[in-house]
T-cell receptor, first 115, second 116 residues
Framework: EAGVTQFPSHSVIEKGQTVTLRCDPI?????LYWYRRVMGKEIKFLLH????????ESGMPNNRFLAERTGGTYSTLKVQPAELEDSGVYFC?????????????FGPGTRLTVT | AQSVTQPDIHITVSEGASLELRCNYS??????LFWYVQSPGQGLQLLLK??????LVQGIKGFEAEFKRSQSSFNLRKPSVHWSDAAEYFC??????????????FGTGTKLQVIP
């Protein structure tokens, strides 16, 4: 069974540009989460999808971040326009159907560098 | 809201020595507790979890953790460390949000260095 995949693994962009990160969860997992880790700090929750609906987006930093989950399958996280403080590692995780508690399965992350 | 403290940023141990990584949490009810490990270039992998029941939890790779409610702690232990255990370790606490779903909060991580 394939795990959670993320694309790209690395992205280097200039301030003001747009970047779109993609996450493919484990097949059948309705719950999909986005997290971010800024260097040396904790892994911070960004948002949670249940199927295609945003269940909790309380961690989204501002309106420059837009997350979507088309048809309840893969998800994208767009940053537009990117700022220097957006640099970090963005993790995606998924877990099985329901309210849990469940283990979350993590992808390898996308390292975003904004210069 | 829940929170997690991992007081040790870096720990160095000799191969074969025992290991204990500290984790303290803050949450008003019984929490769900996790330890994850991240090796270089890899995603986070679950080592073990506590949801209920026996407070001593066994995990993968020979790790265990003990939930101590009175101390609000969930320390990770291993009796004999291997060089391959060098990685970053994250403690996390899960709690129900207003929608009844689990929301997980992570600590800042502890980097483990293993010396020969």
């Amino acid at each position: 069974e394939a795990g959670v995949t993320q694309f790209p693994s690395h992205s280097v962009i200039e301030k003001g540009q747009t970047v779109t990160l993609r996450c493919d969860p484990i097949s059948g997992h309705d719950n999909l989460y986005w997290y971010r880790r800024v260097m040396g700090k904790e892994i911070k929750f960004l948002l949670h999808f249940v199927k295609e609906s945003k269940q909790d987006e309380s961690g989204m930093p501002n309106n420059r971040f837009l997350a979507e989950r088309t048809g309840g399958t893969y998800s994208t996280l767009k940053v537009q326009p990117a700022e220097l403080e957006d640099s970090g590692v963005y993790f995606c995780a998924s877990s099985q159907v329901g309210r849990g508690p469940y283990e979350q399965y993590f992808g390898p992350g996308t390292r975003l560098t904004v210069t | 809201a829940q929170s997690v403290t991992q007081p040790d940023i870096h720990i160095t141990v000799s191969e074969g020595a025992s290991l204990e990584l500290r984790c303290n949490y803050s949450y008003g009810a019984t929490p769900y507790l996790f330890w994850y490990v991240q090796s270089p270039g890899q995603g986070l992998q679950l080592l073990l979890k506590y949801f209920s029941g026996d407070t001593l939890v066994q995990g993968i790779k020979g790790f265990e953790a003990e939930f101590k409610r009175s101390q609000s702690s969930f320390n990770l232990r291993k009796p004999s460390v291997h060089w391959s255990d060098a990685a970053e370790y994250f403690c996390a606490v899960g709690a129900r949000n207003s929608g009844g779903y689990q929301k997980v909060t992570f600590g800042t991580g502890t980097k483990l260095q293993v010396i020969p």
